[in-house]
């Protein structure tokens, strides 16, 4: 049976709610009326088998039940066993009342193929069996489409991966993967297109939000053929909505010491004026969610001027680059994959410490 419901004002001040005496005011942000934990759960990482399914049913629990209330997942990740395993973790959480569905914010993304080399499977799924309306030259780099078909198919499939009657906020997967093998007019075209059906999909209950999780397409500079343009993608949304707000509000993007672009590079143009992804994301009424948190765990050694302006009190490298990632200005959370309870502990314990101050944050950041 599926579970009902959504994230709501009213679900998400209660949870935060439970927290009010261990975790900083700070730990919790006000987003599109609900309240989103500074760090979410990210779960891209690891193998599509059985005991890694467990690993994170059981990480998903313990997230929640330790003051995360965000968690995000794709349907290619690790071949479909991502929202499977979050959806066999949200039965049990639920069944046992102490949480329900309206606390919880539940994100996926569609575009990527669920398959690894899966475009005999691509073929005979969508181009054989939808006559004249997906061909095999929607599907880019033998692993990527975005015709509003295939994504529809694909949010019911998570719907059903994640046991779920409506996702809070659905992403169309890395749509920079296009670029580059399509002209601008037709990438354009193609976003518009994607974005007509995700507002029927909002209209019909499916989904609540959309948005774009990105990795090179908002940080790289207009020469770029990767390069998107936030201003013109927000204005073909609200086009798709017609006379109604539309509801593209969200992108994800990398955002870490060793990948800062997000906040200093001035690369998106609104109203004539050059700013950052996340500045000019703000004015357009869009919330950046922050991924690669800590670069896949790639992050480098701290300089002593990033330790020693952040102070004692941190269990590792690690735990101080996330905590500098959570603190930027104007997210609604920042994302970490984690399964071994010692990252789990280390990244909860973060909870209790008020975000750094945005100058504090701008300077740890910036230096190398």
């Not at 399914?53 to 929640?64: M, P, Y």
């Not at 329900?100 to 398959?115: A, V």
């Not at 909002?202 to 609540?208: D, E, L, M, S």
């Not at 949304?237 to 993007?253: K, N, S, T, V, Y």
């Amino acid at each position: 049976m599926k579970i009902t419901g959504y994230a709501t004002a009213k679900g998400t001040e209660k949870y935060c709610r439970q927290f009010l005496n261990i975790f900083s005011q700070g730990h919790f942000h006000s987003v599109e009326k609900l309240r989103w934990s500074s760090i979410g759960l990210g779960t891209y990482l690891g193998k599509p088998d059985a005991e890694t399914d467990k690993l994170v049913a059981k990480t998903v629990v313990q997230s929640i039940e330790g003051g995360i209330n965000v968690i995000d997942t794709a349907i290619n990740y690790r071949r479909q066993h991502g929202e499977k395993s979050i959806g066999a973790a949200l039965q049990n959480i639920i069944a046992k009342g102490k949480y329900n569905r309206d606390e919880l914010i539940l994100c996926t993304k569609g575009g990527f193929l669920p398959y690894p080399d899966g475009s005999r499977w691509f073929q005979s799924e969508y181009v054989d069996r939808v006559k004249d309306a997906i061909k095999m030259s929607d599907l880019v780099s033998n692993c990527h489409c975005i015709h509003p078909s295939y994504l529809y198919d694909q949010l019911n499939r998570s719907l059903e991966n994640l046991g779920l009657e409506t996702i809070d906020v659905y992403y169309v997967h890395n749509p920079e993967t296009q670029l580059g093998t399509v002209g601008n007019d037709i990438f354009y075209h193609r976003m518009g297109a994607a974005f007509e059906m995700l507002e029927g999909a909002v209209a019909k209950g499916k989904i609540r939000f959309y948005g774009l999780a990105t990795w090179s397409g908002f940080r790289v500079m207009q020469s770029s053929e990767k390069y998107m343009i936030l201003s013109r993608l927000k204005a073909l949304a609200q086009q798709a909505a017609g006379d109604e707000p539309d509801h593209f509000r969200f992108i994800q993007l990398p955002l870490n010491l060793a990948m800062p672009e997000a906040f200093f590079v001035a690369n998106q143009e609104v109203n004539g004026q050059l700013y950052s992804t996340l500045s000019a994301a703000n004015s357009l009424g869009i919330h950046p969610v922050i991924s690669g948190s800590i670069a896949q765990g790639k992050i480098k050694k701290l300089s002593s001027f990033q330790t020693k302006k952040l102070g004692d009190g941190y269990a590792s490298d690690a735990q101080r680059a996330l905590d500098i990632t959570r603190s930027a200005p104007g997210i609604a959370c920042a994302l970490i994959g984690m399964k071994q309870p010692t990252h789990i502990k280390e990244n909860l314990a973060l909870c209790s410490s008020p975000l750094l101050e945005p100058d504090v944050f701008k300077e740890l950041i910036k230096n190398d």
